[in-house]
């Protein structure tokens, strides 16, 4: 977060809340970590983890890594995501969330 919008949220919390915002809805089978992405987290070395909330110039962005649930709509599945992720960290830290960027770098079965 920029100086003077409030406090910094760690992206451990960051994450955790736009799961919980996300992981019931239809298509979503888990957030995506490639193995290096897991291994750096594990050993606090990787801060760009598969949810991640920055500043720029128009306000906060929300970006969100995800696997996907195979033959689910891949758009409709981007578009719930989006905008949950973007009311929730809107309605829990009070500044709005300008753009969000969902990326679907995987499919799954979710039996598997």
């Known amino acids: 977060m920029q100086q003077g919008q409030g406090p910094s949220i760690s992206p451990d919390v960051v994450t955790?809340?736009?799961w919980d915002a996300v992981k019931e809805l239809p298509g979503v089978c888990?957030?995506?970590r490639?193995?290096?992405q897991s291994l750096g987290e594990k050993v606090h070395l990787e801060r760009h983890g598969p949810v991640r909330l920055d500043a720029?110039?128009?306000g906060q962005v929300l970006e969100?890594?995800?696997v996907?649930?195979?033959g689910s709509d891949l758009a409709a599945v981007g578009e719930a995501v989006a905008r949950a992720g973007a009311m929730y960290l809107t309605r829990t830290t009070g500044n709005p969330i300008t753009?969000?960027?969902v990326h679907i770098d995987d499919i799954a079965d979710r039996s598997t």
């Open 30 to 32: 888990d957030l995506y």
């Open 16 to 18: 955790s809340a736009v």
């Open 99 to 101: 753009r969000v960027e």
């Open 56 to 58: 720029d110039d128009g």
């Open 64 to 66: 969100i890594h995800l």
């Open 68 to 70: 996907a649930e195979a």
């Open 34 to 36: 490639n193995p290096l």
